[in-house]
């Protein structure tokens, strides 16, 4: 039998047993979500929904806490830190992939890619930085 698949960013626990997963108290639960540790999904009547990546995290701030004796000012830092390196990773993954795309010469032609004010890449022309290549450009000249 195979083994459905099972999104991890998906809200579906409750809080109770969110906890009961967590090994924690309700409660310590909803201080979490106060101080910006774990930010469970929510219902429309604002309930919170928890998932399974969530509840990870929710372990990681009970070990962080209980056994390295970190305070909760400092497990938040930590959690700000390791999603930026993740965001970081992602990204650099991205644009490898899009390098690599870039580096193979599809039907002969090749491309020029430059950064765009958002910081996403945006093809170009080819030519001297993005301009049409001078080669082709007509110029008058007039002497005065």
């Known amino acids: 039998m195979t083994q459905p698949n099972f999104d991890e960013s998906a809200a579906v626990f409750v809080i109770s047993v969110a906890a009961e997963l967590a090994g924690m108290h309700p409660q310590t639960l909803r201080q979490y979500d ?11 009547g604002r309930g919170r929904r928890y998932s399974a990546r969530d509840i ?4 990681e701030v009970q070990r962080l806490s209980q056994d390295e004796g970190i305070n909760l000012a400092g497990i938040k830092r930590i959690l700000a830190l390791e999603n930026q390196v993740h ?3 992602t990204r650099l993954v991205e644009l490898e992939d899009a390098r690599r795309e870039a580096a193979q010469p599809s039907r002969g032609s090749r491309r020029l890619f430059a950064a765009g004010s958002a910081g996403d890449i945006v093809p170009r022309p080819l030519g001297r930085r993005g301009l049409p290549d001078p080669g082709t450009a007509l110029v008058i000249w007039r002497p005065t």
Request: proline share 6%; hydrophobic share 40%.
């Open 34 to 44: 106060r101080l910006g540790l774990v930010s469970p999904g929510r219902t429309s």
């Open 87 to 89: 965001a970081l990773s």
């Open 56 to 59: 990870a995290q929710l372990r």
